[in-house]
C-alpha cells in the first residue's frame, strides 16, 4: 500500500522543468482568475502600462468615483479601479481573455508592438468592440487625427481609441551646427543633408574616425528603419493585409537607406537609444542628429540633462524634394472587451480622459505627448519655449507635422515583417562588405532579391492562419 502511495510521487520528481513551469502557471494563473473575479464583480476595470499615464488619470478618476452613487443619476455606476500593469501581462492576460475565455478588464490601454494578435481572426473573432459607429454618432471622429486611427483599425472599422499621435523630427546638435556656420534647416532633402554636414566629419583628433556623424542610424535599429520606410510611403502591408514587403518602392528605400550604412566612411553611426553609453555620445556628440519622435525628448530630459539648450528640432529631411517631412513611431490605444458588461460606463469614462484638457496638457508637459485630438491642439501650452531645445515652441511643432504622418498597418504580422527587413538590411550590408560593391544598380538589386526572400518568409508565415488568404495585390 505505502509503494503504491509512493509511486506517483516519485514519477512527479522525474518530470522535467518545463512540466514543472507549466503547472505552476496553471496554479498562479488560477489563483489570479479567482481575484480578478472577485475584484470585477465589485469595480470597473482598467488596464494601463504606463506609470505616468496612471498618474495623470488618477485625479480624474477620482472625481469619478466621488460621484459614484451620490444621487439617482450615479448610484448604478461602479467605482473605477485602475491598475498598473506591464505590457508583457497586458499582453498576456488580454490574450488569455479573448482566446481563452478568461476574465479580462472593461478598459485596456494597450501599445502597439502587442496590438497585433488581437487582429489574428475575422472580424467576429476580435475582442474588442468595434467602436467606428459610436465614435462616428458622437462627433469624436472627425475630432480624432485621422491617421492617428489607421494601427488600430481593420478593414475600415475602429477598434481602439488613441491616445497619441507620435509624429517625428529631426533633433540636432544647433550648437555645433551654427558653430560651424552650418544652417541645417535648409536640408529638405536627405541628400542634402548630408552634404551640410559633410564638412563636420573631418577627423580633427585623429583617433581614425569622423569626429561627428551626420545621423544616429543603423541596419540593426528595425523601428528606424520602419520610421523611414514609413516616411517614403513604404509600406509592408496593402490596405486589405496583403505582404506587400517586395514592392518597387520598400526596395529603393531600404537600398537608400542601407547605402548610409556602407563603405569606410559611413554616414551615420549605430548609437544605443536607451543605453548610458548612448546618452554619453549624444553628449560628446557622436553624432549631430537623430530621429526624434515627440516622446523621445521627455527621455532625453530624464537621462541627457547635459544636452539642454543644445538641441534644436525640424521636420525630416525628405527622400525627395516636396516628399513627406515626417513619420511615426510607437502608439497606444484604449480597447473596450465584449465581454465586458460594463461597456456604457467605460466608455462615458474613457472619453472623459482622452478629451480632457487638462490630461492632455499634463501628457505634454510631463512625457512631451501631443492629444490625437484637434480640439485641444489651440491650448497654449503647445505654444510654450522649451530651453531644452534653444526655447523652440516645439509643441506647436510637432502639432503642425501630425496630420501628415504616414498611415499604418494593423496587421498582425507587421513586427514579424520589421524583423525580416531589418535582417534583410543586415544582409545587404554584409554582402557589400564583403565584396558585393556599392554601386547603385547592384545594391538595389541585392535589395529586391532580399526583400524577395522576407516576403515569402512572412507569406509562409501568413500560410499557416487559416483565416487569411495570401493573395499577390
Not at 483565416?467 to 495585390?473: K, L, N, R, Y
Request: charged share 25%; proline share 6%.
Amino acid at each position: 500500500m505505502k509503494d503504491a502511495f509512493m509511486l506517483p510521487l516519485l514519477s512527479l520528481r522525474h518530470l522535467s522543468i518545463g512540466v514543472w513551469i507549466i503547472l505552476g502557471l496553471l496554479i498562479l494563473s488560477s489563483v489570479y482568475l479567482l481575484g480578478v473575479d472577485d475584484a470585477k464583480s465589485e469595480d470597473l476595470q482598467m488596464w494601463v502600462f504606463s506609470p505616468e499615464h496612471k498618474q495623470m488619470y488618477e485625479p480624474k478618476i477620482a472625481e469619478l468615483n466621488a460621484r459614484s452613487g451620490s444621487d439617482a443619476d450615479t448610484e448604478s455606476r461602479k467605482d473605477i479601479e485602475l491598475t498598473l500593469l506591464s505590457i508583457a501581462a497586458i499582453q498576456s492576460r488580454m490574450t488569455s481573455g479573448f482566446f481563452g475565455g478568461l476574465p479580462t478588464a472593461d478598459m485596456i490601454e494597450v501599445e502597439r508592438s502587442t496590438v497585433g494578435k488581437v487582429f489574428m481572426g475575422p472580424p467576429e473573432s476580435i475582442g474588442f468592440r468595434d467602436i467606428t459607429d459610436r465614435l462616428k454618432d458622437e462627433g469624436l471622429y472627425d475630432q480624432i487625427n485621422g491617421p492617428s486611427l489607421s494601427p488600430w483599425s481593420v478593414n475600415g472599422r475602429v477598434y481602439g481609441l488613441p491616445h497619441d499621435v507620435h509624429p517625428v523630427m529631426l533633433a540636432y546638435r544647433a550648437d555645433l551646427t551654427e558653430a560651424a556656420g552650418i544652417d541645417l534647416t535648409q536640408a529638405t532633402t536627405w541628400e542634402k543633408f548630408f552634404e551640410l554636414l559633410a564638412p563636420l566629419m573631418s577627423d580633427e583628433d585623429g583617433n581614425g574616425r569622423p569626429d561627428h556623424y551626420p545621423l544616429s542610424m543603423w541596419v540593426t535599429q528595425q523601428d528606424n528603419i520602419e520610421l523611414l520606410m514609413l516616411q517614403g510611403d513604404g509600406q509592408l502591408f496593402d490596405a486589405d493585409g496583403r505582404p506587400t514587403i517586395n514592392s518597387d518602392r520598400n526596395a529603393e528605400l531600404l537600398a537608400e537607406i542601407v547605402s548610409w550604412c556602407i563603405g569606410d566612411e559611413p554616414l551615420v553611426t549605430d548609437i544605443d537609444e536607451f543605453s548610458a553609453a548612448g546618452h554619453q555620445a549624444r553628449v560628446d556628440g557622436e553624432a549631430i542628429a537623430y530621429l526624434c519622435p515627440d516622446w523621445m525628448c521627455s527621455i532625453w530630459k530624464m537621462h541627457v540633462p547635459l544636452i539642454d539648450g543644445k538641441m534644436k528640432l525640424m521636420p525630416l529631411p525628405a527622400f525627395e524634394e516636396g516628399g513627406r517631412r515626417t513619420s511615426v513611431r510607437g502608439g497606444t490605444m484604449l480597447g473596450f472587451p465584449k465581454e465586458s458588461d460594463e461597456y456604457e460606463q467605460a466608455w462615458e469614462t474613457a472619453v472623459q480622459l482622452y478629451t480632457s484638457p487638462e490630461i492632455a496638457r499634463e501628457l505634454y508637459q510631463m512625457v512631451d505627448i501631443v492629444s490625437p485630438i484637434r480640439s485641444l491642439w489651440d491650448d497654449p501650452v503647445y505654444d510654450e519655449p522649451d530651453p531644452f531645445f534653444m526655447d523652440q515652441a516645439k509643441g506647436r511643432m510637432f502639432i503642425e507635422l501630425a496630420p501628415d504622418i504616414p498611415l499604418r498597418t494593423s496587421s498582425p504580422y507587421n513586427y514579424s515583417a520589421v524583423l525580416n527587413v531589418r535582417d534583410a538590411a543586415v544582409n545587404i550590408l554584409d554582402w557589400s562588405t564583403n565584396g558585393g560593391g556599392i554601386d547603385d544598380e547592384a545594391l538595389l538589386a541585392k535589395t529586391k532579391e532580399e526583400l524577395d526572400k522576407a516576403q515569402r518568409a512572412i507569406e509562409r508565415q501568413m500560410s499557416r492562419n487559416a483565416f487569411i488568404e495570401v493573395v499577390a495585390p
